[in-house]
Each structure stands twice: as C-alpha cells, then as structure tokens.
C-alpha cells in the first residue's frame, strides 16, 4: 500500500493528489446526502456479512445520538441527522455509508462498466473498493463527457433502470473512481 505523496506507478501521478471519499459532498446536494444515508440505513439485511459489519460498527463508534449510548437504537430520523454530519467531514464514514449504498445498486454493474467505457472511462486503480478513503478520488472525466451525457448513455444501455439521474452520477463516480473537472464560473 503506498503512503500519501508516493507515486502511482500505473499512472505516474502521486498518490497525494488524489481526493479524499468525502470531497463527493461538493458534487451532491444536501436532500441528497439526506436520501442516500435513508436508504443505507433503511434495512441492514440487504448487504454482504463484511459491508453490514462495517457499517454497523462504524455508526456504533462514530455516530453520537444525544440520550442513546447505542445509536443504531435511536429513532431513523435522528441517526440520519447525526449521521450526516459525520458523512461531509469524515472519508472512513463516507467510505462505510457508500459501501453499503453502492449495493443496493450492483446489479447494474455491467450496465454501468459498459456505458461508462464506452464514453472513454478508465476505472482509477483506487475504486471501487477505495481501501484508503483519504486518497480515493481522482479528477477529470473524458473530454466532452458531462452528466447529461453520462446519464443517457447508461439509461440507453438498460432502458429498464431503476435509479434516479443523481443516482447514476454518483455510482458512476464511485464505479470509476473520477470525480468531473470543477469548472470555473463564467461571469456575465
């Protein structure tokens, strides 16, 4: 595993120039956070043993829920409040949160790696997995491709998709690893 500033071998960058899991807050809205942190947390029973156990143990240590020692035995609303402080300023949060959301969707896997290789995505050594969720995004979509375009392209691949337009940005970020250029407001 390399440490921060070590180069990337595969892509002659250094691996401190990659952003950490929770920079995607800059690319989602706050009633989607919102959304996403409702689903995770809806029904545990849907995630693989080694998901659900970090998920579960992360809330349990990191989440704190004012009256209740054992957050997950606080009501949903006020785990999901607690619970998005922690996903706009922690990666290892942000990383257990998106684990378990990216399952709820991995059905869609093949729809997903076929349309984004067809819009020129290459898959960043750290995703999906992002085993260090400090040094887990890279930056830069393939030239002209922006959301429009990637969300056509994937509902062109499976017309019976079952996700909402932010949906399948954020998947197709995490399933890649590539968050878009930030682009420079014009004025005037």
Same mark, same amino acid.
């Given at each position: 595993?390399s440490?921060?500033?070590?180069?990337?071998?595969?892509?002659?960058?250094?691996m401190?120039?990659?952003?950490p899991?929770?920079?995607?807050?800059?690319?989602i809205?706050?009633? +989607?956070?919102?959304?996403?942190?409702?689903?995770?947390?809806?029904? =545990?029973?849907? %995630?693989?043993?080694?998901?659900? !156990? *970090? &998920?579960?143990?992360?809330?349990?240590?990191?989440?704190?829920?004012?009256?209740?020692?054992?957050?997950?035995?606080?009501?949903?609303r006020?785990?999901?409040?607690?619970?998005?402080?922690?996903?706009e300023?922690?990666?290892? +949060?942000?990383?257990?949160?998106?684990?378990?959301?990216?399952?709820? =969707?991995?059905? %869609?896997?093949?729809?997903?790696? !076929? *349309? &984004?290789?067809?819009?020129?995505?290459?898959?960043?050594?750290?995703?999906?997995?992002?085993?260090?969720?400090?040094?887990a995004?890279?930056?830069?979509?393939?030239?002209?491709?922006?959301?429009?375009?990637?969300?056509?392209?994937?509902?062109?691949?499976?017309?019976?998709?079952?996700?909402?337009?932010?949906?399948?940005?954020?998947?197709?970020?995490?399933?890649?690893?590539?968050?878009?250029?930030?682009?420079?407001?014009?004025?005037?």
């Amino acid at each position: 595993m390399s440490s921060p500033g070590q180069l990337d071998l595969e892509k002659g960058t250094k691996m401190s120039e990659l952003k950490p899991l929770h920079v995607i807050n800059v690319f989602i809205e706050p009633w +989607f956070r919102q959304e996403i942190i409702e689903s995770v947390l809806t029904d =545990f029973s849907v %995630y693989s043993d080694e998901v659900r !156990k *970090a &998920l579960a143990q992360t809330l349990k240590n990191e989440v704190k829920v004012s009256g209740f020692r054992n957050p997950l035995t606080a009501p949903k609303r006020l785990l999901v409040r607690a619970s998005e402080k922690l996903f706009e300023t922690d990666a290892h +949060f942000v990383k257990a949160v998106l684990n378990a959301w990216t399952q709820l =969707f991995d059905r %869609y896997n093949p729809t997903f790696d !076929k *349309a &984004l290789a067809s819009l020129g995505f290459k898959n960043s050594t750290a995703a999906p997995a992002y085993a260090d969720p400090i040094n887990a995004f890279d930056q830069g979509w393939p030239e002209g491709v922006d959301y429009p375009k990637v969300i056509d392209t994937v509902r062109k691949e499976d017309d019976k998709l079952e996700m909402s337009d932010d949906q399948i940005i954020l998947y197709s970020i995490l399933r890649t690893g590539f968050l878009p250029e930030e682009k420079e407001e014009e004025n005037g």
